[in-house]
Nanobody, 120 residues
Framework: QVQLVESGGGLVQAGGSLRLSCAAS????????MDWYRQAPGKQRELVAG???????FYAVSVKGRFTISRDNAKNTMYLQMNSLKPEDTAVYYC??????????????WGKGTLVTVSS
């Protein structure tokens, strides 16, 4: 079992910055990839950025160049630095962890989310 707790959301003006954190606990060594997803009102949840256990990163086109994902394995924490925020970035942001065994047993983990609101 893995528990994920997000923090760092809030209200920010367009052009501003926020840093989200995702603290992981439990079976940390089982985690391969960690991701940030977001879900805006009335829209489907979408992948924002991800980072593998080896440190490779990937980003949605809409955030590339503005957001930076990182992972501190010593602190069991993942971060999402969000700069140049736009109103369309407003959403609940979710932390997601995919274990190494995911493709065998289909088990993955989600946090409860943190709300980011960007005002124009």
């Amino acid at each position: 079992q893995v528990q994920l707790v997000e923090s760092g959301g809030g209200l920010v003006q367009a052009g501003g910055s926020l840093r989200l954190s995702c603290a992981a606990s439990g079976s940390i060594d089982s985690i391969n990839t960690m991701d940030w997803y977001r879900q805006a009102p009335g829209k489907q949840r979408e992948l924002v950025a991800g980072i593998t256990s080896g440190g490779s990163t990937f980003y949605a086109v809409s955030v590339k160049g503005r957001f930076t994902i990182s992972r501190d394995n010593a602190k069991n924490t993942m971060y999402l630095q969000m700069n140049s925020l736009k109103p369309e970035d407003t959403a609940v942001y979710y932390c997601h962890a995919r274990p190494y065994n995911y493709y065998d047993d289909g088990i993955d983990y989600w946090g409860k989310g943190t709300l980011v609101t960007v005002s124009s």
